[in-house]
């Protein structure tokens, strides 16, 4: 079987730091795909885990741990565009199984 | 970059008609795409997988004689939603897999369909 879990909504201070969790369960796991969708806009990739440890780029990280079926999205120096949802994507087979996203709100 | 392409990017039908969606890549050849539907306020979830010259792979509870797909080309896969009904409502996203270089697991996606069926 498979399951994503991520939490719903979060509301978080321009400028500030925040961390958007997501945990899976899934059988044949070949990694950890972040993506970020603005509201009628595709996903667009932001990174992608598939070895246990922190990805920088930029303002964005990823965190994965395979043992714990856990991952993290790390955004620093929130600006009012980060406003969005993030989804998080496990690769089973060849394929991506979503979470039900994350809908993060950036006030001032 | 990879780039991928809808058409069109909105449609509105009739309950009965059936309604046609293209996904190209644009610059790169695709073997596999993958088309997904969306619900407001949920995530993506894939209807199916679709290979070139082959028939598409539907995910479970998915009717494939709804739903056709056809991928005719290294650059081109077409999903029909026929017999339309309201409930097939839904915002439709394709994506596909560039296997020529970088990541092999990277998939883009295209811009999305708004299908609205009155």
């Known amino acids: 079987g498979q399951n994503i879990d991520q939490p719903t909504e979060m509301t978080a201070t321009e400028g500030a730091i925040v961390q958007i969790n997501c945990t899976y369960q899934?059988?044949?796991?070949?990694?950890l795909f972040w993506y970020q969708q603005h509201a009628g806009e595709a996903p667009t990739f932001l990174s992608y885990?598939?070895?246990?440890g922190l990805e920088e780029k930029g303002r964005f990280s990823s965190f994965l741990s395979r043992s714990k079926g856990y991952s993290y999205l790390l955004l620093k120096e929130l600006q009012m565009k980060d406003s969005a949802s993030y989804l998080c994507?496990?690769?089973?087979?060849?394929?991506?199984?979503f979470g039900q996203g994350t809908e993060l709100s950036v006030k001032p | 970059g990879a780039v991928v392409s809808q058409h069109p990017s909105r449609v509105i039908c009739k309950s009965g008609t059936s309604v046609k969606i293209e996904c190209r890549s644009l610059?790169?050849?695709?073997?596999?795409m993958f088309w997904y539907r969306q619900f407001p306020k949920q995530s993506l979830m894939l209807m199916a997988t679709?290979?070139?010259?082959?028939?598409?792979?539907?995910e479970q509870g998915v009717e494939k004689d709804k739903f056709l797909i056809n991928h005719a080309s290294l650059t081109l896969s077409t999903l029909t939603v026929t017999s339309a009904h309201p409930e097939d409502s839904s915002f439709y996203i394709c994506?596909?897999?560039?296997?020529?270089?970088?990541?092999?697991?990277?998939?883009?996606f295209g811009p999305g369909t708004r299908l609205t069926v009155t």
């Open positions: 994506s596909a897999r560039d296997f020529s270089g970088g990541s092999s697991y990277e998939q883009y």
């Open positions: 899934t059988s044949g796991f070949n990694g």
């Open positions: 885990n598939v070895l246990d």
């Open positions: 994507a496990a690769l089973q087979g060849g394929k991506l199984i």
């Open positions: 610059d790169f050849q695709a073997t596999t």
């Open positions: 679709s290979n070139e010259g082959s028939k598409a792979t539907y």
